[in-house]
């Protein structure tokens, strides 16, 4: 698990800095969204406690989206008025304070769901308005810090986690951590405004997210547990791919809503 920490999720920082570098903010975040990170940390918190403890942790997972997306918009809203340190504190306390209130939910998939998915809905509104989307330009001098951040944040997550019960181990695997490392970086490179674009792109990527942790949560306490995890990888894959269409720029209302219905 020690060695999961240290590669596998510097590496996806790594990518996922180089897709942003090549395809602008909006991609960056669209990949900051997937379960790449709380997956498995997850994933590994229910092998070791049981899947009963996943599952309450996957259900807690949904409604951390949340706390995530509040993150994200009080960073956006402060990096337009003050430096990454002051914005990067705001973001910090609003994502505790909707934690603890998010930790008092009842632990039931449905609540967690409707959690999520009302503020997905909302941060698009309530966002700054972003710049037009352009790739990053300049050096890749701070890869290795991105790297280093994310790495560091992941083993403090983790290790917090895993000895704070399901619910708050549920709310630490989503800890912004990508969307932190992202966030800090593209402020100081390419402004506040790219930031509030990144994050457009990263609710797009969080819709799988909450469909992936719907699953493990509703699935683990009922069937085998790698069918469950295969299940929802599969059901990730498939709603990033409706997302993905609907959202396609040449695609009008009608043929939204003929897909949708």
């Known amino acids: 698990m020690l060695l999961l920490k240290l590669t596998l999720f510097p590496l996806f920082i790594a990518a996922v800095t180089l897709a942003g570098r090549r395809w602008g903010a909006g991609v960056a975040g669209l990949l900051g969204g997937f379960p790449v990170v709380a997956g498995p940390i997850v994933l590994f918190l229910a092998l070791e406690q049981g899947p009963q403890f996943g599952a309450l942790a996957a259900t807690a997972a949904i409604s951390a989206i949340a706390g995530l997306l509040v993150f994200a918009i009080a960073y956006c809203w402060a990096s337009i008025r003050w430096p990454w340190p002051a914005a990067l504190g705001c973001a910090l306390v609003a994502w505790l304070l909707t934690a603890t209130g998010l930790a008092l939910l009842p632990a039931l998939p449905q609540v967690a769901l409707a959690v999520a998915g009302l503020a997905l809905v909302l941060t698009p509104r309530l966002l700054p308005r972003s710049l037009p989307p352009s790739p990053a330009k300049g050096s890749l001098s701070d890869l290795p810090y991105r790297m280093i951040t994310g790495g560091l944040l992941t083993l403090a997550v983790t290790s917090a ?91 009008t209302p009608a043929q939204g809503a003929k897909a949708q219905g």
């Open 161 to 251: 986690a895993a000895t704070l019960g399901e619910v708050w181990s549920g709310l630490l695997a989503v800890f912004p951590i990508i969307g932190l490392v992202l966030a800090v970086f593209t402020h100081r490179a390419q402004g506040p405004h790219q930031v509030a674009h990144m994050y457009r792109g990263m609710v797009r990527g969080l819709y799988s997210f909450a469909a992936f942790f719907l699953v493990l949560a509703l699935l683990w306490p009922q069937m085998a547990f790698w069918p469950a995890c295969a299940l929802a990888i599969a059901a990730g894959v498939m709603i990033q791919a409706l997302v993905q269409w609907l959202a396609w720029p040449g695609k």
